[in-house]
């Protein structure tokens, strides 16, 4: 008897476990400064509340992410988040029972969704035609210039201001590689979309059929002739050694921080590297063409947001719901907006941000909003979609790789990336 009363006893001496939190896995895309803030608002998130552990995991570069999610989706190991940048909206959206519509999620999740407190220019790209929010706009951009304030002093250009129009930027670039103030006058991130789609759309040319695809199924416009000029424009400096292809996606960035170019075109939330190179750095608005009509006219977003699988339990949906109604917080979007430079996506965030006098203190950190929300959008700029966009995506940078190695010229790259793609396209819908 003594025995048992001594084991009962060293038995409730023993600590009690802590219920185990539901753990929500996030599958996302960011290196460097992005990936330090991604790392700060998931440990926010958990140590506010004792139910749920957001758990970030680094899966690559956004197409290597996005192809990450489907092989696991299609093995039945998908994450309950995953980030997916703007091009694979289309892929996802017709991805039927794979997802969750996030204002679905809030709802069942017990939060009062109000999608007028997002900006409208950035949850209408993530929405049904009928309005319905289907992913959450993490980190939302808009590509603006940037330019090294010692390299334009050097090569005798004004620092106080960038060029805005290409004409300009094609001058100042020639400038910069003539006066030896650096090796490369120019070099730009994501051909695709900073010169082709946002190119359409900064100066209201048309990227393809039915409203660039969001009323159906596109064609390809991308061989119009105020492309065919830009893109010409763009070989020729390459011929001359005064623009540097970097690569696909945000290579060239490293091509501006490292000193090699004075000028680079890139997403707005490529800011976080530029600030922590340490680089006496300057902020303009995306170039437009000064022939095109109406331009400059609006700016698309890109950047991604963040998809809720399909299938998961209600708990996992509990708790990424909680995830989202925390991220909506006007605190965490303007840490992410002032941290990373993507927009902030509520418009609280975004008159919390005006009213602490931080465009004042940091110039041209409020030029990516303004572009995208300066005018009202055109059927050429309110974004584009294909079922296929990453494929149409590689497409287009092969015949622009050809085109840059002198393999051809604009024309001919314009011509094959549109009947290639258009192609693709009919091949996606079953055409």
């Not at 623009?243 to 945000?250: D, E, H, K, M, N």
């Not at 996992?316 to 719901?321: D, E, L, N, P, R």
């Not at 622009?400 to 024309?411: P, R, S, T, V």
């Amino acid at each position: 008897m003594q025995r048992t009363v001594f084991w009962l006893a060293g038995l409730m001496a023993l600590p009690v476990a802590a219920e185990a939190k539901t753990e929500i896995s996030w599958w996302h895309a960011m290196t460097g400064a992005n990936a330090e803030v991604v790392t700060k608002i998931a440990s926010d998130f958990n140590a506010s509340q004792e139910d749920y552990e957001v758990k970030p995991v680094f899966k690559g570069t956004y197409p290597e992410t996005l192809n990450a999610g489907i092989a696991a989706f299609r093995a039945g190991q998908a994450p309950d988040i995953i980030q997916v940048f703007d091009v694979g909206t289309g892929v996802m959206m017709g991805a039927q029972g794979a997802i969750k519509p996030v204002a679905e999620v809030l709802k069942e999740g017990g939060y009062d969704f109000d999608k007028s407190q997002y900006l409208p220019g950035i949850v209408g790209y993530y929405s049904t035609p009928e309005g319905e929010m289907l992913s959450f706009p993490y980190n939302s951009s808009s590509p603006i210039l940037y330019y090294n304030k010692d390299i334009f002093e050097k090569a005798g250009l004004d620092v106080e201001n960038p060029p805005k129009t290409w004409a300009e930027v094609w001058t100042a670039a020639r400038k910069i590689k003539e006066s030896g103030a650096a090796s490369c006058g120019y070099t730009s991130t994501w051909l695709t979309w900073i010169h082709t789609e946002n190119f359409a759309a900064w100066n209201n040319v048309s990227w393809a059929t039915n409203e660039n695809g969001l009323a159906g199924t596109p064609e390809l416009k991308i061989d119009g002739p105020l492309f065919v000029k830009h893109f010409q424009e763009l070989a020729d400096l390459a011929k001359e050694g005064v623009f540097v292809y970097g690569g696909r996606t945000s290579e060239a960035k490293q091509n501006f921080t490292s000193g090699e170019c004075g000028i680079l075109t890139e997403s707005s939330g490529g800011l976080g590297d530029i600030v922590k190179s340490g680089m006496n750095y300057g902020i303009g608005q995306l170039p437009y063409d000064e022939t095109a009509e109406g331009a400059p006219q609006n700016t698309t977003p890109g950047g991604a947001s963040l998809w809720v699988m399909g299938g998961m339990s209600d708990e996992t949906y509990k708790g990424v719901a909680a995830f989202f109604n925390f991220l909506s917080q006007t605190e965490v979007q303007q840490y992410l907006h002032e941290q990373s430079g993507y927009l902030p996506v509520t418009m609280a965030a975004y008159e919390a941000t005006k009213a602490s006098d931080f465009y004042q203190k940091n110039p041209g950190r409020e030029t990516p909003i303004l572009q995208m929300m300066g005018k009202p959008p055109t059927e050429n700029s309110k974004g584009v979609r294909a079922p296929n966009l990453p494929q149409l995506r590689d497409i287009q940078n092969e015949e622009y790789e050809k085109m840059l190695a002198g393999q051809q010229d604009a024309a001919t790259a314009l011509k094959n990336a549109a009947e290639r793609g258009n192609a693709a396209i009919k091949e996606a819908v079953g055409g």
